[in-house]
């Protein structure tokens, strides 16, 4: 299997305390953690944001998203977002470094 991609994208009228929020609680040993984790805003549509998390495999998201310590997170952030949150679930089939 490849590398995965999760797009979290949800509208917040306070990006900073999302940030710091999701920041204070940390991934137990155990458990995959993304290789990275970038946080991006919509130019287009004021107070959209998303999260890009890249995983090695869809394995590795699926258990980081059942760990107790994602479902903390979530309970944490539910009350700093607005409206629907979003959810994209990629499979990375190429990618090329120019």
Known sequence: ???????????SGDIDEVIR?????????GVPKP?????VRDRDRPGTFATI???KSY??????????AT??????????????TRFYNLDILNETNP
């Open 1 to 11: 299997m490849g590398e995965y991609i999760q797009i979290v994208e949800y509208e």
């Open 53 to 55: 998390l890249r995983f």
């Open 21 to 29: 929020t999701a920041n204070s609680v940390p991934v137990p040993d």
């Open 35 to 39: 290789i990275s984790v970038i946080v």
């Open 59 to 68: 394995e590795d998201a699926m258990r980081h998203s059942e760990s107790d």
């Open 71 to 84: 479902h903390e997170r979530i309970a944490k952030l539910g009350p700093l977002m607005k409206g629907e």
